[in-house]
Each structure stands twice: as structure tokens, then as C-alpha cells.
């Protein structure tokens, strides 16, 4: 076997390497910045987590911050892709049912123990010099969402299973129903966070639905 065979041989096995240390990287800081939070994790303890010493760290991150980032829009991505796929995996439900389960299911995925809390440090509690690239990636993350509900919006409209309200309207009532269900999955849970997310998903399509 020529040389320049092992050369390609050895640099795909180097960079699969590097790829998986880098998603171990990834996947501790996440448990670490869920648990302590932004300004209780460093460096050394991710490292210690992953088995490297702390400078091979920065052969894949220039620091924490950027390290916080990119959990942030993992999570974030991973959130989305939820409510993506529930969308489609029911789409021979009728819309009501479609558009509740997508609610559930996302609220599902926040509920998750370090998922959850790192998109609930993203929305509620952002690190101060990290706020502006935070709000970014919740704003692009919106954009998604709002695609998803553009589709939902115009079903429901030409199926007329919602009243004549303006999709500012349906997606501003949306966004308040699911923003307040990921918040109050922080203080209650079980029974009594069923019970709020039931009665207010049936206030909301009480309101909008053109059948009530």
C-alpha cells in the first residue's frame, strides 16, 4: 500500500478522533453548565469530564463562552427538530390534535433534565456578556417556529377550524401559551403541571377555533 494511502488513512482516523473528542466536549459542558450553571462551570472541570487535559480543549473551543454557545444552539436545534417532527409524524391528524401534540411533545423535550434546563437558562437566565449572542439565536430559532405555524395557521384557515383572527394574532397567542407552559414546567410538575397544560391549551383553542 502506498504511503500517501496511509497518509489519507491516518488523517481520517486523526479527524474522527478529534470530531468525537469534540462531541464529548460538547455533551459535558452541557451536563456541567445545566447543573452549575454559566458562571459555575469552567474549563477544567469539562476537561475532567471528557479525560483531556484543559489546553487540548482549545484545540476545539477559543474559551467558555464559545463553548456555551454552541450547547445553547444544540439544544435549541434539537428542540426545534421536536416540533418538526411531531408536525410530521402526525400530519393524518386533524389540525387541533396536530398542533396540540407539537406543543406536548416540545414541552416534553424542555422538561428534560439537562436540556431542559440549559433552554430555560437560555430564555430566563442568560449570561449578561453572552445576552445579545443569546437573543440571536433565540430570534433565528423564532423564525423556524413561526415557518411551522405558517403552516399550521393556513390549514386551519382554508379547513375553517379557526375563527377569522390575523396570524400575528394566532402566532403572538401561541408563542404566549408555549413560552408560559416552558415556564411553569420550572415550578410544577406531574399532576399539577397536566392539569395547567390542559386547561390552557384548551383556553387557547377555545379562542381561536372557529367550531366554539
Same mark, same amino acid.
Given at each position: 500500500m502506498s504511503s500517501h494511502i496511509w497518509q489519507s488513512m491516518s488523517c481520517k482516523g486523526e479527524g474522527k478522533m478529534a470530531k468525537d473528542t469534540r462531541g464529548k466536549i460538547i455533551q459535558s459542558a452541557l451536563?456541567?453548565?445545566?447543573?452549575?450553571? /454559566? $458562571?459555575?462551570?469552567?474549563?477544567?472541570? #469539562?476537561? +475532567?469530564?471528557?479525560? #483531556?487535559q484543559k489546553?487540548?480543549?482549545?484545540?476545539?473551543?477559543?474559551?467558555?463562552?464559545?463553548?456555551?454557545l454552541t450547547v445553547a444552539e444544540k439544544v435549541l436545534n434539537e @428542540?426545534? +427538530?421536536? @416540533?418538526? +417532527?411531531s408536525w410530521e409524524t402526525h400530519k393524518d391528524e386533524e389540525i387541533g390534535r396536530r398542533l396540540y401534540l407539537v406543543l406536548a411533545e416540545s414541552t416534553?423535550?424542555? #422538561?428534560?433534565e439537562h436540556e431542559g434546563l440549559i433552554y430555560r437558562r437560555?430564555?430566563?437566565f442568560p449570561p449578561l456578556d453572552l445576552k445579545v449572542d443569546l437573543q440571536a439565536l433565540v430570534q433565528n430559532g423564532d423564525q423556524t #417556529?413561526?415557518?411551522?405555524?405558517?403552516?399550521?395557521? $393556513?390549514?386551519?384557515?382554508?379547513?375553517?377550524?379557526?375563527? +377569522?383572527?390575523?396570524?400575528?394574532?394566532?402566532?403572538?397567542?401561541? /408563542?404566549?401559551l408555549m413560552?408560559?407552559?416552558?415556564?411553569?414546567?420550572?415550578i410544577y410538575g406531574g399532576e399539577e403541571f397536566r392539569e395547567r397544560f390542559e386547561g390552557s391549551w384548551d383556553v387557547f383553542w377555545r379562542g381561536i377555533s372557529a367550531g366554539q
Amino acid at each position: 500500500m502506498s504511503s500517501h494511502i496511509w497518509q489519507s488513512m491516518s488523517c481520517k482516523g486523526e479527524g474522527k478522533m478529534a470530531k468525537d473528542t469534540r462531541g464529548k466536549i460538547i455533551q459535558s459542558a452541557l451536563s456541567s453548565f445545566a447543573t452549575r450553571g /454559566y $458562571e459555575g462551570t469552567t474549563l477544567s472541570q #469539562i476537561s +475532567d469530564l471528557v479525560g #483531556i487535559q484543559k489546553p487540548s480543549l482549545y484545540n476545539h473551543f477559543s474559551g467558555k463562552a464559545e463553548l456555551f454557545l454552541t450547547v445553547a444552539e444544540k439544544v435549541l436545534n434539537e @428542540m426545534l +427538530d421536536v @416540533m418538526e +417532527d411531531s408536525w410530521e409524524t402526525h400530519k393524518d391528524e386533524e389540525i387541533g390534535r396536530r398542533l396540540y401534540l407539537v406543543l406536548a411533545e416540545s414541552t416534553s423535550f424542555i #422538561i428534560q433534565e439537562h436540556e431542559g434546563l440549559i433552554y430555560r437558562r437560555l430564555l430566563l437566565f442568560p449570561p449578561l456578556d453572552l445576552k445579545v449572542d443569546l437573543q440571536a439565536l433565540v430570534q433565528n430559532g423564532d423564525q423556524t #417556529i413561526d415557518q411551522l405555524l405558517k403552516k399550521v395557521y $393556513e390549514q386551519a384557515e382554508s379547513e375553517g377550524e379557526v375563527r +377569522d383572527l390575523r396570524f400575528s394574532v394566532f402566532r403572538a397567542s401561541f /408563542y404566549c401559551l408555549m413560552d408560559g407552559l416552558f415556564t411553569e414546567s420550572i415550578i410544577y410538575g406531574g399532576e399539577e403541571f397536566r392539569e395547567r397544560f390542559e386547561g390552557s391549551w384548551d383556553v387557547f383553542w377555545r379562542g381561536i377555533s372557529a367550531g366554539q
